[in-house]
């Protein structure tokens, strides 16, 4: 799969695009407010050559803020986000908070083409066709809703990212189980290259066959740097070491309000 990857992966140059938006007034204002890891997820975001990513971050440590920030310095003006109703309004608040976005809220509504714009998977079981647009970006939050690939919410996500650039997938807990689970979300990324769910498992996890069938039994210790498309960032757990490192006791207190309860 990761071979497959490279061969259908965009060879995109936005480094100097970058470089400008990030001397800008905007970014000037938002980027020394990012901590240290929060500054590398964003540089993961922007610097990507594939059609997507998928980026694990512990609840409250600013996968929000990150993906906002990220896709207002590659200039993006038509992106749907698409998350749980309890977050609907988090999204809102954090649009305006980090990249001075208003976005229209669209909970229970059909589309509308212009700007950013906050959903619901359950909007888009209603709704579905007027969501398929030319979305620049789509933000999957919560994508661990994505894992199974029969779902209502797979199928609704993948019609509209058909017509869409690039998605990115956001969530605190993208295996669940296994490390199967990451192939429905690589699939939604990246399906020219994530094609065969069995080979996928097969190299990612510990496989028994018997009389009865195939099941998964566990994880195999998997190189993530293998999987360019996906980065992991501090859990919250992590935040004790970080304060430990550097004696920024914003670690444990989250002054910067991005420790929310999903």
Same mark, same amino acid.
């Given at each position: 799969?990761? =071979?497959? $990857?490279?061969?259908?992966?965009?060879?995109?140059?936005?480094?100097? &695009? %970058?470089?400008?938006?990030?001397?800008?007034?905007?970014?000037?204002?938002?980027?020394? #407010?990012?901590?240290?890891? !929060? !500054? &590398? $997820?964003?540089?993961?975001?922007?610097?990507?050559?594939?059609?997507?990513?998928?980026?694990?971050?512990?609840?409250?440590?600013?996968?929000?803020?990150?993906?906002? %920030?990220?896709?207002?310095?590659?200039?993006?003006?038509?992106?749907?986000?698409?998350?749980?109703?309890? =977050?609907?309004?988090?999204?809102?608040?954090? =649009? !305006?908070?980090?990249?001075?976005?208003?976005?229209?809220?669209?909970?229970?509504?059909?589309?509308?083409?212009?700007?950013?714009? *906050?959903?619901?998977? #359950?909007?888009?079981?209603?709704?579905? #066709?007027?969501?398929?647009?030319?979305?620049?970006?789509?933000?999957?939050?919560?994508?661990?809703?994505? *894992?199974?690939?029969?779902?209502?919410?797979?199928?609704?996500?993948?019609?509209?990212? #058909?017509?869409?650039?690039? *998605?990115?997938?956001?969530?605190?807990?993208?295996?669940?189980?296994? $490390?199967?689970?990451?192939?429905?979300?690589?699939?939604?990324?990246?399906?020219?290259?994530?094609?065969?769910?069995?080979?996928?498992?097969?190299?990612?996890?510990?496989?028994?066959?018997?009389?009865?069938?195939?099941?998964?039994?566990?994880?195999?210790?998997?190189?993530?740097?293998?999987?360019?498309?996906?980065?992991?960032?501090?859990?919250?757990?992590?935040?004790? &070491? =970080?304060?430990?490192?550097?004696?920024?006791?914003?670690?444990?207190?989250?002054?910067?309000?991005?420790?929310?309860?999903?």
């Amino acid at each position: 799969d990761v =071979l497959r $990857a490279s061969r259908f992966a965009k060879e995109i140059d936005w480094a100097d &695009d %970058i470089r400008s938006v990030r001397d800008s007034s905007f970014v000037s204002r938002h980027w020394e #407010e990012l901590y240290p890891f !929060q !500054q &590398d $997820a964003v540089n993961f975001l922007t610097y990507g050559h594939l059609p997507g990513s998928l980026l694990a971050m512990s609840p409250g440590t600013g996968k929000s803020a990150v993906a906002a %920030i990220a896709a207002k310095m590659l200039n993006f003006r038509r992106v749907l986000i698409v998350c749980n109703r309890s =977050l609907v309004g988090t999204w809102m608040r954090q =649009l !305006q908070l980090w990249a001075d976005v208003t976005a229209w809220n669209r909970y229970g509504d059909e589309a509308i083409s212009t700007g950013w714009t *906050i959903t619901t998977y #359950e909007t888009l079981h209603r709704h579905l #066709e007027s969501y398929k647009l030319p979305w620049q970006l789509i933000i999957a939050d919560e994508s661990s809703r994505l *894992i199974n690939t029969d779902t209502k919410s797979y199928q609704m996500v993948s019609q509209v990212r #058909e017509g869409a650039e690039s *998605i990115g997938c956001l969530s605190g807990t993208p295996i669940r189980k296994y $490390a199967d689970d990451l192939y429905g979300q690589f699939k939604m990324i990246f399906p020219e290259a994530f094609t065969s769910y069995w080979r996928f498992a097969d190299r990612t996890c510990e496989i028994e066959r018997g009389l009865w069938g195939t099941n998964i039994s566990g994880s195999k210790p998997i190189d993530f740097q293998h999987f360019y498309n996906i980065s992991f960032y501090p859990y919250w757990w992590d935040l004790v &070491d =970080l304060f430990e490192l550097t004696g920024d006791r914003r670690y444990l207190t989250m002054d910067l309000g991005l420790v929310v309860t999903n």
